[in-house]
């Protein structure tokens, strides 16, 4: 059985970074053919695709957070990290972490293993 948990402070002030770290266990995000997203869901509003890392390490983002997104991988501990800049108020949200067997879009996701989600907030 997949399990994916995110991990990562519940709040941010304005013009940091955001960094959250997604662990999985029961699977490898390195030698399984899949691609590891973060998503988040701000209040009120519907699910946002921010970015994914396939397995074979590239990555793609949603064009509206490209300029402000990181996604990174730590092979050693199956670990794959969100990294979002100069985050303001707009970026609170609940932010999960999932897996898709083919690779997600704006336009197309399709996950079948997803994290709890952990909350966080930007507030001075």
């Known amino acids: 059985q997949v399990q994916l948990q995110e991990s990562g402070p519940g709040l941010v002030k304005p013009s940091q970074t955001l960094s959250l770290t997604c662990t999985v266990s029961g699977g490898s995000i390195v030698t399984d053919y899949y691609y590891w997203s973060w998503i988040r869901q701000p209040p009120g509003k519907g699910l946002e695709w921010i970015g994914y890392?396939?397995?074979?390490?590239?990555?793609s983002y949603s064009p509206s957070l490209k300029s402000r997104t990181s996604i990174s991988r730590d092979m050693s501990k199956n670990q794959f990290t969100l990294q979002l800049s100069s985050v303001t108020p707009e970026d609170t949200a609940v932010y999960y972490c999932?897996?898709?067997?083919?690779?997600?879009?704006?336009?197309?996701?399709?996950?079948?293993?997803w994290g709890q989600g952990t909350q966080v907030t930007v507030s001075s």
């Open positions: 890392i396939a397995y074979g390490g590239s990555t």
């Open positions: 999932a897996r898709s067997p083919r690779p997600p879009s704006d336009s197309y996701q399709e996950y079948d293993y």
